[in-house]
């Protein structure tokens, strides 16, 4: 879920320009912290695009936030009862081959821990019984779905998430995130394409199967890069927490995943391309704030993001942009490296995108630009203090005369400050700092370095004050100008910003909402090209 | 020279004054930005110090007696009362006309 946050995030930087983007997130845990943070995430996303109704707005062109996102969820409900455990979903001891099924069981999935444990929180890095069950639990939703009937919202969303696939046809192409190390994301990869496959020809009763051979399915590789407090006897003490996934294990499992991708035809076949992401320094401690107990799901985990994760994000830009993907043959493998010494990394945005048609300045152009945009709103104008920082942008507009954008509510000002707090930076009620998703990703690459520099990354109140906005990157060409001997940087932004005529048919922007975004984005762009 | 001249003249240079502080003043984040009325009361400040040291200027400048110093005290009200109106004036135009930059706040 996390990787998708930072696909996100790269939307509304603006680097999927004029697309329109179909997310469907998968779990099993539909009460999880992760999922909920990125749901609410993808929300606020489609609340500050959509005008005066709430249908997500439609996608623009070179400003921010500039791709639409549809959000579809499906989780596989193992919240009952009689669907809690693997042994209860599969009714072993029902039915006339109930002998059969109970060996066949045995055979596979250990008898007193696997086939018992609490399913609520995920398949525990049981990879092997999470995608039998993944795979069982979308083409139950679709058997349900042909059925017609008593359907939920989840089901529903799988469904118009396969029909878009479907109505794209050979178009389509399908990018999948997760770990190979962990539980759900580990097990859905494999299964993904062919279970997509089977549901629509199940949900079509055979009329109209997608051809899984035509669609082009994309995903990481990606191995362990957090761990977590290795759980004690007394944790797993009851049936329902009988495994426990224990993160000493995730190198092993990493390792014997990848050499089952390397050499599975099944997979060769259904992906066209797998992304190699890895970590290959000290995996990052997920528990500090929970030392006692193993975290296993629910509503409590909610992890910090991590710079792979960003890393992943990447790879769907490459894998949505890329203009030669094979349609048919084996997958391809691709990896890039950093620069790495004296123990730390110094990523370049190349290292990120590749350097084809100038991606990487676009990255650090787009990125740079938000990332300024954060600390105008938050720093300079306080919304990372508890105040309104869009409702100050606009005053500043409204004081030198630009008054286009009264029609924007204050409720709809909140929420762009509420994205960029949880893009940026926030202080609690207490005056404590909340990192919020590029201070995470910043802080999990320590002691390395990522384009921008320190001061950019402050969480000092001091430092914030003195913070020079258009000055953020660790390579001084990237400066703005400060345009005079007693100005800084955040004058030429106000000065392009009150100068500047916006263009609504090259943005392709539709409401007034719109139009002022695009109005900060184009005087954030002329205050960077003044360097 | 001519207090009808030197005036006025003294009545720009304050405006340009005006116009250099007023730019000096930096934009201001915040929900309630205070850099604009700033600029206004540069504006007036010199409005209300102009006649003061154009008045002063005109003193320094009279000749020291006879039928031109009569002429040049006579001068000096009208002068200063050009000079007054026309950084009242001009200050207005150039506020109208660049409305979206600093001195555009001016009124």
């Known amino acids: ?17 004029n697309q329109e983007i179909n997310v469907l997130t998968l779990d099993t845990d539909a009460t999880n912290g992760n999922l909920e943070r990125v749901r609410k995430l993808v929300g606020l996303y489609s609340d500050i695009k959509s005008g005066t109704t709430k249908d997500g707005g439609t996608p623009n062109h070179n400003t921010f936030f500039s791709a639409k996102l549809n959000l579809y969820g499906f989780y596989t409900d193992y919240n009952s009862t009689s669907r809690s455990t693997y042994r209860n979903i599969s009714k072993l001891t029902e039915g006339a081959s109930s002998k059969q099924n109970k060996m066949l069981s045995d055979l596979f999935l250990d008898n007193n821990s696997v086939q018992e444990f609490n399913l609520a929180h995920g398949y525990r890095a049981q990879t092997h019984l999470g995608s039998h069950l993944m795979y069982h639990g979308i083409i139950e939703a679709a058997r ?34 997760g770990s190979v190390f962990g539980g759900t994301g580990a097990s859905s990869i494999p299964v993904i394409p062919t279970a997509l496959s089977d549901a629509m020809k199940v949900r079509s009763q055979g009329k109209s199967p997608l051809d899984v051979t035509k669609v082009k399915f994309g995903s990481t590789l990606l191995t362990e890069y957090f761990s977590f407090k290795k759980p004690d006897q007394a944790e797993m003490s009851t049936k329902a927490n009988s495994v426990i996934a224990d993160s ?13 991708y390397q050499g599975d035809p099944t997979v060769q076949n259904a992906y066209k391309r797998l992304y190699h992401v890895g970590w290959p320094l000290e995996s990052k401690s997920m528990d500090k704030n929970s030392p006692n107990k193993t975290i296993t799901g629910g509503a409590t985990q909610k992890n910090p993001c991590h710079f792979v994760e960003l890393v992943c994000a990447c790879a769907a830009f490459d894998f949505f942009n890329a203009d030669n993907l094979k349609a048919e043959g084996k997958a391809e493998y691709l990896f890039r490296t950093g620069e790495f010494e004296n123990g730390a990394f110094n990523f370049k945005a190349s290292d990120l995108v590749g350097n084809q048609k100038n991606i990487d300045e676009r990255l650090i152009d787009k990125l740079g630009a938000f990332l300024s945009l954060a600390h105008i709103t938050l720093t300079k104008n306080e919304a990372g203090f508890g105040n309104k920082g869009f409702a100050g942008l606009r005053k500043q507009l409204e004081q030198n005369n630009i008054d286009s954008y009264s029609t924007v509510t204050d409720k709809e000002l909140d929420q762009l400050d509420e994205y960029m707090r949880l893009f940026g930076y926030n202080f609690d009620s207490s005056n404590n700092f909340q990192s919020g998703w590029i201070y995470q990703v910043r802080d999990s690459l320590q002691p390395g370095n990522f384009i921008f520099a320190n001061a950019a990354f402050s969480k000092s109140i001091k430092e914030l004050k003195g913070l020079d906005v258009g000055k953020l990157f660790e390579d001084e060409n990237y400066h703005w100008e400060k345009g005079g001997v007693f100005s800084d940087t955040y004058q030429t932004f106000v000065k392009s910003l009150t100068k500047l005529s916006l263009d609504d048919s090259a943005h392709l922007v539709n409401h ?7 109005h900060l984005h184009d005087g954030i762009m002329a205050s960077q090209s003044n360097r | 020279m001519n207090n009808y001249i030197l005036l006025p003249i003294i009545g720009i240079a304050m405006l340009l004054i005006a116009a250099l502080i007023s730019n000096i003043i930096k934009y201001e984040g915040g929900a309630n930005p205070k850099d ?18 154009t008045y002063a200027i005109g003193l320094l400048t009279s000749p020291e007696s006879g039928i031109a110093k009569t002429k040049h005290m006579d001068s000096l009200p009208i002068g200063l009362a050009i000079g007054v109106v026309v950084y009242l004036l001009v200050g207005f135009v150039i506020s109208k006309v660049m409305k979206n930059s600093k001195v555009g706040h001016w009124f």
Do not use: Y
Request: proline residues 3%; hydrophobic residues 50%.
């Open chain 1, 512 to 518: 007034t909402k719109e139009k002022f975004i695009a």
């Open chain 2, 36 to 53: 604009p009325k700033k600029r206004k009361v540069v504006f007036w400040l010199f409005f209300f110090l102009n006649p003061a040291v």
């Open chain 1, 1 to 17: 879920m996390r990787c998708l946050e930072s696909f996100v995030h790269l939307c509304a930087i603006g680097m999927f320009d």
């Open chain 1, 248 to 260: 000493s294990f995730f190198p092993l499992n990493s390792q014997a995943a990848l050499q089952f």
């Open chain 1, 144 to 177: 349900n779905l042909a059925a017609g009937g008593d359907v939920s919202n989840a089901e529903r969303d799988l469904d118009e998430f396969i029909q878009k696939i479907s109505k794209a046809g050979e178009e389509a192409r399908v990018f999948i995130f």
